[in-house]
T-cell receptor, first 110, second 113 residues
Framework: QKEVEQNSGPLSVPEGAIASLNCTYSDRGSQSFFWYRQYSGKSPELIMSIYSNGDKEDGRFTAQLNKASQYVSLLIRDSQPSDSATYLCAVMEYGNKLVFGAGTILRVKS | EAQVTQNPRYLITVTGKKLTVTCSQN?????MSWYRQDPGLGLRQIYY???????DKGDVPEGYKVSRKEKRNFPLILESPSPNQTSLYFC????????????FGQGTRLTVV
């Protein structure tokens, strides 16, 4: 069973700080990686996608991918209380299966 | 408005009574999929479809059926629901199989008693 692992948290950061969310995956053949945000009782929404090694920045969000270490991370700069949510890491495995981690709960305290 | 619509949003049913959860998207997306979300387990893919008449199993297909007769619709069928299928279900669609951006429906909370 291929797996995507995340620390369940909660991760608590003060407002304005950098939140760092991590994810590891087991399928070395994976090519596409995604971060979703899910507010309580709501559906997931895609916030970042990354396909190649290195960093990808979009506003306050930076996704980092290291395929050799099978590691994906999401940095949120200048964290806001509105960023408080569950963050889901997802990996597209060979064979078109999108596998999600269980999610990390982020709490940003004002 | 671009959206994925699921119905019903909430459903309580009894063991063994067949039910269908509908999913419809208005974005002409090729790729559609169903997930269930359980505490501590995250989202698990049940079935996916890469286009009309093309469906395949995800990680937890047992007890579920799907069909894709039209591009916009992808219903999830539980022929004989059991209590272990109590869960939160999401339908999602993407423009193509290489998921670039996935749109999720609002979710269906199913309780089987």
């Amino acid at each position: 069973q291929k797996e995507v692992e995340q620390n369940s948290g909660p991760l608590s950061v003060p407002e304005g700080a950098i939140a760092s969310l991590n994810c590891t995956y087991s399928d070395r053949g994976s090519q596409s990686f995604f971060w979703y945000r899910q507010y309580s009782g709501k559906s997931p929404e895609l916030i970042m996608s990354i396909y190649s090694n290195g960093d990808k920045e979009d506003g306050r969000f930076t996704a980092q991918l290291n395929k050799a270490s099978q590691y994906v991370s999401l940095l949120i700069r200048d964290s806001q209380p509105s960023d408080s949510a569950t963050y889901l890491c997802a990996v597209m495995e060979y064979g078109n299966k999108l596998v999600f981690g269980a999610g990390t709960i982020l709490r940003v305290k004002s | 408005e671009a959206q994925v619509t699921q119905n019903p949003r909430y459903l309580i049913t009894v063991t063994g009574k067949k039910l269908t959860v509908t999913c419809s998207q208005n974005m002409n997306h090729e790729y559609m999929s169903w997930y269930r979300q359980d505490p501590g387990l995250g989202l698990r893919q049940i079935y996916y479809s890469m286009n009309v008449e093309v469906t395949d199993k995800g990680d937890v297909p047992e007890g579920y059926k799907v069909s894709r007769k039209e591009k916009r619709n992808f219903p999830l069928i539980l022929e004989s629901p059991s209590p272990n299928q109590t869960s939160l279900y999401f339908c999602a669609s993407s423009r193509e199989w290489k998921v670039t951006e996935a749109f999720f429906g609002q979710g269906t909370r199913l309780t089987v008693v």
